[in-house]
C-alpha cells in the first residue's frame, strides 16, 4: 500500500533552526569571500564563490555525520538531531551552487559541453598528481541529490524504512568521495595544506565520536534486559518515568522497558521483531511517525 503525501509541518522549533541555519551560511559564505577577495585581490569572484560554498557544504556534511554519534554519547545535543534532514538538504544545494560553478568556471570554455567535458577533459585516473577529482565530487553531489529528493516522510513511509534508511547510509560514500575529492583537488593545487589538514582533523572526528557511541551502544546493549540504560538516559535528561516510552525491535527490549518500569512500543520494521511473541510490547508501530499519534494519545 502507498502512502500519501504530507506537507511539512513547520513549527517554530523549526521555523528557528532553519533561520539560524540560513544565517549561518548566508555569514560563513559572505565573510569568507570578503575577506578572501581582501587577502587575494587577484581572485576572481567565481574562485571565492566556489571554494566559499564547497566548503561550507563540506562542513555542515561533517555536522550531518557527527550530530547522531554526538547525541548518543550526550543528551545536551538532541536539538541538533531534530532537523537533520533540513541539514541535509542545505548541504546538496551548497554542493549544488559549488558544483556549478566548478563546471561553468572550468569546463564551459571549450567546444564541447560542460557535462561531458567534466567527464572526458581529464581520463587520468592512474595519477594521484592529475587524478580527475571533480568527477569523484559529481558522484558524491549525486548521492546528496538522492538523499535530498527523498528525505521527507512520505519517501520514508512509501520505501519502507528499512530500505530509506539503507538507502541513506549512502551518505557514508557521498563522504568518503568528497574526502578524496577535496584531498586531490588540494593536493594538485599546491596552495598551502591547511585545508588538507583541516579534512584529516574532521575525518578524525568524525570517525571517533562513531567509534566512541558504537562502544557506549554495545556496553548498555549487553547489559539488556537490565534497564541501567534507561535509567542513565532518564537521570541524563532529567526525564520522568511515566512520560517515557521503551523503543525497540525485540522482546529484550520490551523486557528492558518493564524493568525499567517504562511504557514500551515495538516497532514492526526491525530485525528481531519475531521475538515479541515471547514478550509482546504495549504498542507496536509500522513507522516511526504512527508515534507521534501515539504519544499524544
Ligand atoms: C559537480 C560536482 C563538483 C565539481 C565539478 C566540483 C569542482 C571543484 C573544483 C574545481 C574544486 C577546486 C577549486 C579551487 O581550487 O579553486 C573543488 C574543490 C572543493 N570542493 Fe568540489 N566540486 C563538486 C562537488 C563538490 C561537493 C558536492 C562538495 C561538498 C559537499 C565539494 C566540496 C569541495 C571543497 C570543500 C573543495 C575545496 C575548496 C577550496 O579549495 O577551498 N565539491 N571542487
Given at each position: 500500500?502507498?502512502?500519501a503525501?504530507?506537507?511539512?509541518?513547520?513549527?517554530?522549533?523549526?521555523?528557528?533552526?532553519?533561520?539560524?541555519?540560513?544565517?549561518?551560511?548566508?555569514?560563513?559564505?559572505?565573510?569568507?569571500?570578503?575577506?578572501?577577495?581582501?587577502?587575494?585581490?587577484?581572485?576572481?569572484?567565481?574562485?571565492?564563490?566556489?571554494?566559499?560554498?564547497?566548503?561550507?557544504?563540506?562542513?555542515?556534511?561533517?555536522?550531518?555525520?557527527c550530530?547522531?554519534?554526538?547525541?548518543?554519547?550526550?543528551?545536551?545535543?538532541?536539538?541538533?538531531?531534530?532537523?537533520?534532514r533540513?541539514?541535509?538538504?542545505?548541504?546538496?544545494?551548497?554542493?549544488?551552487?559549488?558544483?556549478?560553478?566548478?563546471?561553468?568556471?572550468?569546463?564551459?570554455?571549450?567546444?564541447?559541453?560542460?557535462?561531458?567535458?567534466?567527464?572526458?577533459s581529464?581520463?587520468?585516473?592512474?595519477s594521484?598528481?592529475?587524478?580527475?577529482?571533480?568527477?569523484?565530487?559529481?558522484?558524491?553531489?549525486?548521492?546528496?541529490?538522492?538523499?535530498?529528493?527523498?528525505?521527507?516522510?512520505?519517501?520514508?513511509?512509501?520505501?519502507?524504512?528499512?530500505?530509506?534508511?539503507?538507502?541513506?547510509?549512502?551518505?557514508?560514500?557521498?563522504?568518503?568521495?568528497?574526502?578524496?575529492?577535496?584531498?586531490?583537488g588540494?593536493?594538485?593545487?599546491?596552495?598551502?595544506?591547511?585545508?588538507?589538514?583541516?579534512?584529516?582533523?574532521?575525518?578524525?572526528?568524525v570517525?571517533?565520536?562513531?567509534?566512541?557511541?558504537?562502544?557506549?551502544?554495545?556496553?548498555?546493549?549487553q547489559?539488556?534486559?537490565?534497564?541501567?540504560?534507561?535509567?542513565?538516559?532518564?537521570?541524563?535528561?532529567?526525564?520522568?518515568?511515566?512520560?517515557?516510552?521503551?523503543?525497540?525491535?525485540?522482546?529484550?527490549d520490551?523486557?528492558?522497558?518493564?524493568?525499567?518500569?517504562?511504557?514500551?512500543?515495538?516497532?514492526?520494521?526491525g530485525y528481531?521483531?519475531?521475538t515479541?511473541?515471547?514478550?509482546?510490547?504495549?504498542?507496536?508501530?509500522?513507522?516511526?511517525?504512527?508515534?507521534?499519534?501515539?504519544?499524544?494519545?
Amino acid at each position: 500500500m502507498s502512502h500519501a503525501y504530507q506537507a511539512v509541518g513547520w513549527n517554530r522549533q523549526k521555523r528557528l533552526y532553519d533561520t539560524v541555519l540560513g544565517i549561518g551560511v548566508l555569514l560563513y559564505v559572505g565573510l569568507f569571500v570578503g575577506i578572501g577577495s581582501l587577502l587575494y585581490p587577484t581572485a576572481t569572484a567565481e574562485t571565492l564563490i566556489i571554494r566559499g560554498v564547497g566548503s561550507a557544504a563540506f562542513f555542515l556534511l561533517h555536522v550531518v555525520l557527527c550530530i547522531g554519534p554526538l547525541c548518543r554519547l550526550d543528551s545536551r545535543f538532541l536539538p541538533l538531531l531534530y532537523n537533520r534532514r533540513h541539514l541535509g538538504v542545505v548541504t546538496f544545494l551548497l554542493g549544488l551552487i559549488h558544483g556549478t560553478f566548478g563546471i561553468v568556471q572550468f569546463h564551459s570554455l571549450g567546444d564541447k559541453n560542460p557535462l561531458v567535458s567534466l567527464f572526458i577533459s581529464n581520463l587520468d585516473f592512474f595519477s594521484l598528481r592529475d587524478f580527475p577529482f571533480q568527477q569523484l565530487g559529481f558522484a558524491a553531489l549525486v548521492i546528496l541529490f538522492l538523499m535530498a529528493a527523498t528525505s521527507h516522510d512520505f519517501w520514508l513511509r512509501n520505501f519502507t524504512p528499512p530500505v530509506w534508511k539503507t538507502m541513506h547510509m549512502l551518505v557514508y560514500v557521498a563522504y568518503g568521495l568528497l574526502i578524496a575529492h577535496v584531498t586531490l583537488g588540494e593536493l594538485q593545487s599546491e596552495e598551502s595544506p591547511l585545508l588538507v589538514v583541516a579534512t584529516g582533523a574532521g575525518l578524525v572526528t568524525v570517525i571517533t565520536l562513531h567509534l566512541l557511541a558504537a562502544s557506549r551502544e554495545r556496553k548498555i546493549d549487553q547489559k539488556k534486559p537490565d534497564p541501567v540504560g534507561i535509567y542513565q538516559i532518564l537521570s541524563d535528561t532529567k526525564g520522568h518515568r511515566e512520560r517515557t516510552w521503551m523503543i525497540g525491535d525485540s522482546a529484550v527490549d520490551v523486557l528492558t522497558g518493564r524493568n525499567a518500569g517504562v511504557r514500551t512500543c515495538g516497532v514492526t520494521y526491525g530485525y528481531a521483531t519475531s521475538t515479541f511473541k515471547d514478550a509482546p510490547p504495549d504498542f507496536l508501530i509500522d513507522n516511526f511517525s504512527d508515534l507521534e499519534a501515539l504519544i499524544h494519545d
